[in-house]
C-alpha cells in the first residue's frame, strides 16, 4: 500500500489522479502518511515536526546529511527509528549512484547560467558564447572532468563554445574525449595548462570534487588579475570549498557578486532550480533501492547489498557510519549483520 | 585616414592601442569625429546633438529607422547629407544582409533566455531543457524556419531538448532538416499541428518575419489555456507585432510577464545583451560596404551595387527611398542614377 | 586437418574452393565429417540420425538447449561424448558471449520488420518511420537498454523515427546515451513514463531479457486500448514469455495477427532470415574458443577458461551443468578439475 | 467554407472532430461535397462517378495524369469545369514541387524495401545490411542523386550499410556529399563504375529520373549475371520504363519476381504503402496553393504564380496544355492571360 | 569510335582490357591516335610534336593555359584546328567547372602536407595536429573559404586539429559553418583576426583565388616574425602569386624553404602528386561536355552551351577569347553563332 | 625544489621563464641537476656520461627497456641507485599507463605517414585517401583494433577514408563501433577477411600487439603479390617483430623500401617525429607518479600503487623485475615489500 499526501506530486508536475491511477491511495496530510506509513520516503530531511511523529518502526530513507547537523542526528537517534542516508550509498569503487543525478544537473546548469550572466546587462562580457558565423565563440574552461566535468562539457559543445576540459587523470580524458563533440580539447590539469586556459576563458567553471575531502584551490586570487574582465566564474563545488579562492556560496536568489571585475556564481545547489527535473532524475536513481526495502524490509535489502548498506546511518538508537559518528562526536556501532554482492 | 574617438572601442573589447596599431587616429571625442570625418559610419541612429553637426558632404552609414521616426527624418532633411541605412540594405531576393546578424542572434538568444526562464525561481516550470539519462528533454516548439527559426533550433537541439520546427514553406522545412541534428523534428504550420505542439511545448519561440508586413498571430489567447503550467514564451519579433496574441514589449532589464500561467519574454532587442558579439556580426556584415563607400565614394559604390543602392534613404535633402518617403509623408525621389550588378 | 562437407558453406556465401584455399578437407556427407574428425562444430543441436554416429571421443560445440529437451539430453548422455554448449558459456559477470551476436541481430532486425508492418498493405498505421520534412517521424518505444534495445535504439535512430528507450537501471541509460544518436531519449521504466510512451507509439518492441527467468508483463491488454490503431508490437524475447501479454510465438512465414488492432510481431528467432550475417558473426564469437579447443583439446581450453567450462554441459556421460541437470531431472556432477581465468 | 465527406479523414488519422473544430464542416457522402463545393481538392483523379458530378463552375486540383488517359481528358473536357493537376505545376528551374514529397517517399521506402527482400525467407541473400560489429555491413548502389536518390542514400546510410551513390552530375554529387554521412561514397555514373558497383551490390536502387523523358537503361541483362544471387533491385522509376533493363512493374501485394536469381522489385508506388505520410506530406506542398486559389480564385492564383498556371490543363472545354494536347491528340490553347513571378 | 594508345591509361589504374571492353580500340602509339581521331582529348598542352599531327579537322580539348604561352598560341593557330581549353570553361556566374576538381585536391592536400611538414625531422615545430586525450590540437589557420578553403578545412578538421576559417564574405562563411564540423570556427578577415590568428597558427594555409586577377598580401614578412618557430605555411594559389609576401614557388621534389624560422611550401601543383585521383576528378567534370561535343559536333555542342562555348580560345586560325587575344597580342574574333542556356 | 638545466624546455615549446614561473630553479647544466636532485626524471635511458654521475642516493624515472640492455643494466647496478622504468609500469589487467601515450600517437602518425606515401612523387599510387566528390576514397585496412588501430582509424576515418579496422576480439570491434564515425567497418581478423581486405588496401596498417612476445605475420610476402602496386604498408610494432613477412626497421631520414612494388614503412619509433606532442603527453602520464614519488618517496608511493611498484627494475644493485633478470641473465630478487591498491 502507497500513500501520498494530496498535491505532494504538484511540483513534480504529476497530477493527484496519476497517483491513483498508479495505486497510491492520497491523504490529506503528511502527518497521515507519518502516521499509518511504516517506510517513508522524502528528498529532504526530516523537519522539526516530523521528527516528532517519527517512530520506532518508521525506516526514513531520503538526504539527512548528519555529518554536519549533530542536533538533527541526536533527534533521530532518539527517535529509534532506521536512518538510510541517500548521500552515503555508496558502491565498492566509491560511487555514489544517489549524487550521480545531482552532479549531472550542476553541470548542465553551469554552463545555462554561465550563458546567461556573460550577458550585458548581468555585468558579464557581453558575448554570445555559441559566437556567430564570422565571430568567433566564446571560451569555455572546465576544471575537472568527472560526472559534473563531462556533463558542462556536453552543453558548452551543443552551445558551439570552444570548450577546454581538463583533469589531472588522463585516462578520464581519454574517456570523455570519445564520446565528446570535437569542439571539446582535452588537457592535463597543471599549473601550466591553468594559467594559459584561465586567462582566456570567458566562462570558466570548477567541477572539481574529491570525495570526502576539501577541493584544491586551483584557482587564484592572482590569477583572476589575469582574467578578461567581465568573465564568468561558475563554480559547482562551493558547499565543498570549491576550487576558485575567491568563491563564496550564493543563492538563486542572488546568485552572483564580483571580486576584481570577474563574475562569481557560487549557486550551492544549482537543481534545486529545475525541481520536477531533478525530482525525477532522484526518484530513477532510488527506485530499485526503494523497491528492495519495501518488498524485502530494509534488514534484507541492506543485507542483500553492500552499496545499499553504506547508507544505513543510525538503526535503532545506534549510529552506524562512521563518518557520521565521527563528525558528531558519536559512537559507532558496526553493522549488525553481514552484506553481500 | 580613420578616425575614432578615445575608448569608443572598449565596448567591443578592442583596446584603444589595436585601433592605433590597426591605422587610426584616435581622438578625444566624437564631435571631433564629425568635425574632421567625411564618412562616418555608427551603430544606432544620430543623436539630435550629432545631428547639429553634421554637414552637408557628409555621409552616414547606420541604422536610422527613419521610416518610423518622421522627426529624425525631418532634421536629416535639413543636413543636406547622405543617409544610407543599414535596414533598407537589401539584395534582389528581398534579403537584408545587414538585418541577418541581429536574426542570428535573436534565434540564438532565444533558447538560451527562455532555458533560464524555465527555471523555478523565474518561475518557470523548474525543468532543465536537456533533460538527464532517464529524464526526458524538454520540448521547444518553433514558429517559423527563417533564420531566426534555424538559429534557435541549432542551439535547442545542441542543448539536447527535442525541438520541433514549423514553418508554411516546406522548402525551408527541407533545407532545414538537412543540417540541423536529427533532434530536430519539422512540421508544416497549420492550425492541426499548432494547437497540437503549442500544448506540448515547454519553450515556445515566435520566429515568423513577414518582411515589411505584421506577423500573423498564431498563438492566441484561448491557446494559453492549453499549454503547461510555466511554460515559457520568447517572442522575437515583437517588435513587428509579434506572432503571439499576448505578446507585449519587454527590455533586458524587466523581461518578463505572466498571463494564464504561461511567462511571456518579449524584449524587443535580444542582441542588445550581448553587444560584443553582436557589434563584431555588424562589422562583418557592414564591412565591404565600407570599403566600396570608401574607396569609391558613395555614389560610386552604389552605382556599383544595386543591393547598397537601396540603402540610399535621403541625398542632400531628398528622400530616395519609397517606403521612406510615404511613412513620413515626404515626396519621393527616385535616385539620381542607374544601378548594376 | 579441417574437415568440411561439400556445399555446406553456401548457405554463409562462401564457395568451396575458398575452404579449399583456406586450407580444409571437403567430403561428401556431413556423415563423414562426423566419421572423421574429433572435434565437431555446428549451429544447430544435433539431428537423430547425427546422435547415432556420435562417439565417446568426440566433443560437439554447438547450441544444444539440453534444459528444454530432455530427449536429447538422455539422447547426448547415452552417446558418452562431450556436450560443451554456445549458450551456457558465460563469463564471471553473466555475460554470455555466444548469444551476444544473436541479441545483436535482433534488436536490428526488430526494427527493419516493425518499418515493414507499419505499411498499410500489411495492415499497419501506413506511415514512414523516419517521417519527411514537414512530417514528423514515427515513434519507435523499446523496453529495455540490454543489447537488443541498445541495438534496436540504433537502427531506428538511424532511420530517423524518434526512439525512447526505457530501462530500469538510470547507469545503463547512462551508458546508452552516451554512443546514442540525439533522437534518442531515454526513460526510467516505470507505470507513468509506460503508461504514456505505449499509448503513443507507433512502433513497440519488447526487448526485456532476464538471463534465467521470465521476463516481466510490461504491457498488459488493457494497455493495448490505449494504443494506436495499425501501431505494431514486436517482442525479441517471446520465447523467454516476452513482456507484453498478448504476444505469442509466430514465423517468419507467418509473423503476424492482430489483438485489438494492434500488430504483433512474435518471431521467436528474428536472426533466422539473415542467416549469412548470423553465421558470420556466431563464428566470430566462437572462433576464439574453438581455437582454443582445438589447440589444447577441451580440458586443457577449459582449465585455462573459466567462461567456456561454463559450457561444459555433458561429459562422457555425465551431466555437468548445474541448470541442465535440474531441468531435465538427472544427476549434477561438478566439473573433475578446477578452472583459471 | 470547408465541407468535407464524414470518415474521409480516418485514412490520414485525423478524427472527424478535429476537421470541426479545424472548422469544416462534415456531410455525410462525397456527392454532397461535389454538390455544394465550387474548389474540389482530392489526391486521385476522378472516378467516373465523380465526372458525373463535376460541374462547369467547379474547379478540380488533384492528379489527373491526362497525358496517359486521353478518355480521362474527354470525359474532363465535358464537364466544362477548370482541372489544376498536381503533376504539371512546375517552377521555371523545372522542379515540380507537388512531386518531390513522392520522390522523397519513394527514396526512403525503396531502403526499408530491398532491406527485407534481402531477408532469407523473401528469396534474398539473407543479409542485414547494418551489418554487426565484425560482419561487414551490406552494399547499397543507388543510381541517381536527385531527390530519389539522395532520400535513398540517407536512409541506407542511417541503417549503417556501405553506400555507393553514382551520378552523372559532379555538382549534384558535390551537394550530396556535403549534407550525407561519411558511410556514403559518390561516384560518377559511367560504365566503368557501374560495372564495378553493380556486380558488388546486395540492394541495387535505380532512382533515375528524366523528367518527361524514359530513363536511359543502366543496369542490362546482362549485368545480371555478375551480380551476387539474392542481391536485389528495387527501381523507383519504373514506371517511367525505369533504369534496368529486367524490370517491369509490380505491386504492394505481388511485389517481387525473380531473374536469374535477382529480386526484382518494381512497385511503381511505392508511397502507397504508407498512406499516412503520404497525405500529409502532399497536403503541406499543396496548402500554399490551395490557400492561394481559395483567397484570390483560380485566375488571380494562376495570374500570379507562374509555376501554379502550369498546373492549368484544362479551362472551360479547351486544353491548355501542350504536352497534354499532344498526348491526347487534342487542340492546344494557350492561357488566357499572362502569369507573372 | 573510340581510340586510345596502349598503356595510357595506366596512370590512371586503369587496364587496356578495361578500355576494350568499354569499347575502345587500342592503338599502339599516341601518333595513331591523333591520325586516326578527329576530337582529341588531353589532359596537358599538346607537346610541340603533338602539334605537328594536329590538322585543320581537328578538335582538341584539354587545358592549353594560351594566356602565358604565346609560342603555343601562334603554333595552334598555324594548325587551323578547333582549341577548347578547360581553363576558360565558365558559367555565367563565374564557377569554372573543370578547375574546381583541382580546387578541391589542393585544399586537401594542403593539409596533408602541411601535417607531414610540421614534424621534427622535416624541419617543423614536431607536433601532431590531432593532438591527443591530455595534449591539445595544433591550430590551423586557414585564409579564404572558397573551395580550396573549405576543402582544407573539411580535413583539417576530421584530423581533429583546432581549424580556424577567415573570409571578407560573411556568406560564404554562413554557409561553411552550416556544413563544417564544430571544430571549425570562422572569422571575418580583417587585420585585426588576422593578426592574432597568423601569430597562433601551427598550419597556415593560403587558400585566396581572385579569378584573373593577383591574389592580395595578406601575410607579410613582418608577420612571420610573430609566427611560431617550425610552424608550417602552405599556399595554395603560388601560381597566382598567392597571399604570402615570403612564398614563391616549389616543387613536389623540393618542397619546402626556411624563412624567419618557418617553412614555407610553394608547390604550384599540388594535385600533380596524386595523378589518378585527379586525372579521375577531371574525367568526371570533362565528360558532360565530352559526350555533348561528341555527339553534336564541337559547333552544336557550344551553342547549345554558353558554358561551354567560353571555353573556344581557337576556331580554324581565329583567337576567340578576348583574354588569351589580349595576353598574346593577338587579334579577338567574336564566336560566329550565338549560344543559349 | 625543482630544478632543471636552462634550455632542456625548448625542444618541448616551453620557455626557461615559464619554467621559473612555475617554480622551478634552472642549472646551466644537466650535470650540475644530477649533483643536486635526488629524484631524477628523463625521457631516454641514462648516457654513459649520465651513468657516472648517478648516486647510490638517486632515484630514476626513465625509459630504460634493461631487458634489452645487459650493459646498461650491469652499469646501473653499479650505481646502487634505485631504477624504476616506464616501460614496466603496468596495472592488474596489464595495461601500461606509461605506453599508452606513444601507442596513440603510432596510431595516428601511421595514417599521416601513409597518406603522404601514397603520393606519387614517393612513389605511392598517386591517390589521395580522401577521395572527393565522384570519386572514391582511399581504402585503408588496419590490422588490430587496439590502442594502435583504434587511433588510426579515429584518423583515417576523418579524413574520408574507407576503413577496415579487423581484429581476432570481437568484444574490441563492438568497442571501437560504438565511438568510431561510420566510415569504419570492423571485421574479424581470420585468413578470408585478410585476404579479401589485404588484396583491396591503398593504405594497410600492422596495428598488432601481443605484449611481451613477438607479433604473429599476418601478411605474408606471397600477400604482397595480390596487393596494389604503389599500396604503402606502415607497420607500428616494427620493433617487436611486426605482422608483415617482408617488414624491416626504417628510420624517419630514410623511411621507405620497396618489396614487389609495394611500399614499406617501418620507422620504428613514429612518435619521435613530433617530439613537442610526445613529450607532452609523455608528462601527462607520467605526473601522478611523479607527484606521488616526489611527496612519499619512491618506496611510499611503490607501496602505496601496486602499478607503479612493477615498474622498480633494480634496487640499490639489486634485479627487482623478473623480466630482467631473466633477459639480462641476473638475479632477481622479489620486492622488500608488499604494496596495495
Not at 530513507?61 to 541517500?86: K, P, Q, W
Not at 550509498?89 to 549512484?97: I, K, L, S, T, Y
Not at 582566456?200 to 567541477?207: H, P, Q, R, V
Amino acid at each position: 500500500m502507497c500513500l501520498s499526501s494530496r498535491g505532494a506530486s504538484h511540483g513534480a508536475g504529476v497530477a493527484d489522479d496519476e497517483y491513483i491511477e498508479a495505486g497510491a491511495i492520497l491523504v490529506d496530510t503528511a502527518a497521515e502518511v507519518f502516521a499509518e506509513a511504516e517506510f517513508i520516503l522524502k528528498v529532504k530531511d526530516p523537519s522539526v515536526g516530523e521528527l516528532a511523529t517519527i517512530r520506532e518502526d518508521h525506516v526514513v530513507f531520503t538526504f539527512f546529511h548528519f555529518a554536519s547537523n549533530s542536533e538533527l542526528t541526536r533527534s533521530f537517534v532518539d527517535t529509534g527509528a532506521v536512518a538510510i542516508a541517500y548521500e552515503t550509498v555508496e558502491d565498492d569503487a566509491g560511487n555514489r549512484p544517489l549524487l550521480i543525478p545531482m552532479s549531472e544537473i550542476a553541470g548542465r546548469m553551469a554552463v545555462q547560467e554561465g550563458a546567461k550572466y556573460l550577458e550585458g546587462p548581468q555585468g558579464g562580457r557581453g558575448i554570445l558564447l555559441s559566437g556567430l558565423p564570422g565571430v568567433a565563440s566564446g571560451d569555455v574552461v572546465i576544471l575537472g572532468a568527472g560526472v559534473v566535468g563531462q556533463n558542462a562539457a556536453l552543453i558548452a559543445a551543443g552551445l558551439g563554445a570552444s570548450v577546454h576540459l581538463l583533469d589531472i587523470n588522463v585516462n578520464q580524458l581519454r574517456r570523455a574525449e570519445r564520446v565528446l563533440p570535437p569542439n571539446v580539447s582535452t588537457y592535463m590539469s597543471n599549473k601550466y595548462n591553468l594559467n594559459k586556459l584561465v586567462a582566456s576563458a570567458d566562462l570558466l567553471i570548477g567541477a572539481v570534487l574529491v570525495p570526502g575531502s576539501k577541493a584544491p584551490v586551483l584557482v587564484t586570487r592572482e590569477m583572476l588579475g589575469r582574467m578578461k574582465q567581465g568573465a564568468v566564474i561558475v563554480d559547482t563545488a562551493v558547499d565543498q570549498g570549491g576550487c576558485v579562492e575567491t568563491m563564496r556560496p550564493t543563492t538563486h536568489a542572488d546568485p552572483l557578486y564580483f571580486v576584481d571585475g570577474i563574475l562569481h556564481c557560487g549557486i550551492a545547489n544549482l537543481a534545486g532550480a529545475v525541481p520536477r527535473t531533478a525530482t525525477m532524475a532522484l526518484c530513477n536513481a532510488t527506485l530499485p533501492y526503494v523497491i528492495d526495502i519495501a518488498s524485502q524490509g530494509w534488514e534484507g535489502a541492506c543485507q542483500g547489498d553492500r552499496t545499499l548498506s553504506r547508507g544505513l546511518n543510525i538503526i535503532h538508537g545506534k549510529i552506524t557510519h562512521r563518518g557520521v559518528a565521527e563528525s558528531v562526536g558519536g559512537q559507532f556501532h558496526p553493522l549488525p549483520f553481514d552484506t553481500k554482492r
